[in-house]
């Protein structure tokens, strides 16, 4: 049991470090004015690719431990923290995923989609909600 319990810390410690480094690179492409489809395309190796690297990383932990209820209440503040395009990058992966049989990290995910989908709908950014909808037509 001890040893689940230093995997769980070691495992809390690199999310938080893998969300401040999101932030890091959100802070570099808001200085660079470049959006999340614009710096596909364009910055190959850049501060996109580092953060899509980043919510992969963040994804296989979240997948992996989520379950626990302490750490499912750290990653449901963490999720909020990185911003929705973000999330857009991963949409097949979070989709793939969504029948989990780890109860806590398929709710969280649950409500992590609808939060995007509603965000998306508000500010009627139909072409980011296709995403969506084409990763679930597949």
């Known amino acids: 049991m001890q040893h689940y319990s230093e995997v769980k810390d070691y495992c809390e410690k690199a999310l938080e470090c893998l969300v401040n480094s999101i932030s890091l690179a959100d802070a570099t492409n808001q200085e660079s004015g470049s959006t999340v489809l614009e710096g596909r395309k364009t910055v190959p190796g850049g501060s996109w690719a580092v953060a899509f690297q980043d919510v992969l990383r963040f994804l296989t932990l979240w997948f992996e431990f989520g379950n626990d209820a302490q750490l499912d209440e750290r990653i449901k503040m963490w999720k909020d923290q990185i911003r929705v395009e973000y999330w857009l990058l991963v949409i ?3 989709i793939a ?4 049989p780890k109860d806590k990290v398929r709710n969280t995910l649950k409500e992590l989609l609808k939060n995007i989908s509603v965000l998306i709908v508000s500010l009627r950014r139909l ?3 296709q995403h969506i ?3 679930i037509h597949e």
């Open 92 to 94: 097949p992966q979070l």
């Open 97 to 100: 995923r969504i029948d989990t």
């Open 127 to 129: 072409d980011y909600l």
């Open 133 to 135: 909808v084409y990763s």
